[in-house]
C-alpha cells in the first residue's frame, strides 16, 4: 500500500510539474523573437537572443544574421521627445563568444558589475556612458560585435538594419539585446535571427549527433535482421518474452531513424516541427519504459520460473506510467522547448524524478534478481533430492 501511495504522489507532483514549466512555442537554428520583453538586470535593460555553437568557415557559411528586426518602446516613453529630434534612444545587440564574457560589462572600485558604463567606469575604463562595456578581444579587436540602434524623434519603434555577422572563429557565441537608457523601460523585440554552421543550421552542439544516429539505425537494423530471422525459424517456440524483446528492437530502430530525420530537417531548415519532435521523443520515452520495465520482469522470474507477475503486475504497470511520464516531461523539455540549453535549476528539477525513478528500478531489479536466483537453487536442489529418491527405489 506505501508503495503504491509513493508512485501515486509520484506521478501527482510530476503532472504538477508539467502544468508549472509548459511547453513553448518551437524555435529552431532560426530563432524566432514575437514582442519579447526586455527584463531589468542591474542599470541595464537586457533580453537574451539565444546561445549556440557554431564552426568557423572561411567561405562566409558561418554566421549570424538579423532579419526584420524591429524594437518597440511605450508611448510614453517615445513622448517624452519631439518630432525634431534624432537620436532619441539606443538599443545594442551585442556578439560575444563565451571566451570573452569577461569583455562585457565592468566594476567601479571593486562594486558590483555593470553592464552598462557609469560616470565612475568613464572615468576609470574611458568607456562612454550610457552605452555597454566593451573591451576588444587580444585575439580579434572586433569582437565582441556590438551593433547600434537609435529610436528617431518620438515614434514608438525603430527597425534595425538587417545584416550578417560572419564567425571566423569556432566556439560558443551568445547574443544579447541591450539597453542601457533608464527610459526605455517596457521596451519590447520582434523579428528573427538566422544561426548557421558551414553544413546547415544544425546547433555546433548537435551536429555530431546526426551521425550518432546513422550508426545506430544500422546497429539496430543488423541486430534486427538477425533476431527476425531467428524468430521466424523457431516461431512455434516463441515465449511471450521474446514477443516484448522484438517489440523493443522495434521501437529501438524506429525511434533512431526518426531521430536522424528529424535532425536531418532541421539542419536542411533551421525549424524543429513540434509535432514531429514530440512524436520521436513520445516513442524514445515508451521504448526506454519498456526496456526497463521487460528487464524487472525478467527479474522477477517471468517466463523462467513464474508465467505471469501476478500481484505484482499493477505496481509494475504504476511504475512503469511514472517513468514514462518523467523521461517524456524531461526529453520534450529538453529537445521540444528550444535549441539552446535548458537552465540549470529547470534541468535539475526534471532530471531528479528520471534519475530517481531508474536507482529505484535498478534496485528493484537487482532485489528480485536476487530472489530468483534463490528460488531457482531451491528448485535445483529439490530437483537433485527427487532423482536420488528415485534411484533409491
Known amino acids: 500500500m506505501g508503495f503504491s501511495a509513493a508512485l501515486s504522489s509520484a506521478v501527482a507532483v510530476l503532472l504538477a510539474a508539467a502544468t508549472l514549466i509548459g511547453i513553448g512555442e518551437v524555435e529552431g537554428s532560426i530563432h524566432t523573437y514575437e514582442d519579447e520583453s526586455f527584463k531589468e538586470v542591474g542599470n541595464a535593460f537586457l533580453l537574451s537572443g539565444g546561445s549556440e555553437g557554431i564552426v568557423a568557415s572561411g567561405g562566409g557559411n558561418s554566421f549570424i544574421r538579423f532579419k526584420n528586426i524591429t524594437f518597440r518602446r511605450t508611448n510614453e516613453a517615445a513622448e517624452l521627445h519631439s518630432s525634431m529630434e534624432h537620436s532619441t534612444g539606443l538599443v545594442q545587440a551585442i556578439i560575444f563568444e563565451a571566451a570573452d564574457r569577461d569583455n562585457i560589462g565592468g566594476s567601479a572600485y571593486g562594486g558590483q558589475r555593470s553592464i552598462c558604463c557609469t560616470p565612475d567606469l568613464a572615468k576609470l575604463e574611458g568607456c562612454k556612458q550610457g552605452y555597454v562595456i566593451r573591451r576588444p578581444s587580444s585575439v580579434n579587436p572586433e569582437w565582441p560585435v556590438v551593433i547600434n540602434t537609435y ?116 539542419n536542411s531548415t533551421g525549424a524543429r516541427p513540434v509535432g514531429i519532435t514530440t512524436w520521436v521523443v513520445t516513442v524514445g520515452a515508451v521504448r526506454k519504459t519498456v526496456s526497463r520495465l521487460l528487464l524487472l520482469s525478467v527479474s522477477m522470474g517471468y517466463g523462467v520460473v513464474r508465467p505471469t507477475l501476478g ?15 518523467a523521461s517524456e516531461l524531461l526529453d520534450i523539455t529538453e529537445n521540444v522547448g528550444t535549441i539552446n540549453d535548458i537552465s540549470g535549476k529547470t534541468r535539475l528539477f526534471l532530471v531528479l524524478p528520471d534519475a530517481f525513478l531508474d536507482a529505484f528500478l535498478i534496485l528493484w531489479i537487482f532485489t528480485s534478481l536476487s530472489r530468483t536466483l534463490e528460488k531457482l537453487q531451491a528448485l535445483s536442489v529439490a530437483g537433485k533430492e527427487e532423482f536420488r529418491e528415485v534411484g533409491n527405489i
Open 151 to 266: 529610436f528617431s524623434a518620438n515614434l514608438a519603434y525603430t527597425p534595425m538594419d538587417d545584416r550578417d555577422v560572419y564567425i571566423t572563429k569556432t566556439g560558443m557565441y551568445n547574443l544579447f539585446f541591450i539597453s542601457c537608457d533608464p527610459k526605455l523601460g517596457g521596451l519590447t523585440l520582434a523579428g528573427m535571427t538566422y544561426w548557421k554552421n558551414p553544413d546547415g543550421y544544425l546547433p555546433g552542439r548537435m551536429a555530431p549527433l546526426m551521425n550518432f544516429y546513422i550508426f545506430m539505425s544500422v546497429a539496430y537494423l543488423l541486430l534486427g535482421i538477425v533476431w527476425f530471422s531467428q524468430y521466424m525459424r523457431f516461431w512455434k517456440d516463441i515465449l511471450p518474452l521474446q514477443n516484448w524483446i522484438t517489440l523493443v528492437i522495434a521501437l529501438g530502430l524506429f525511434e533512431m531513424t526518426l531521430w536522424y530525420f528529424e535532425y536531418l530537417n532541421f
Open 311 to 325: 500481484g505484482l503486475t499493477s505496481k509494475v504497470l504504476l511504475l512503469g506510467v511514472t517513468y514514462f511520464l
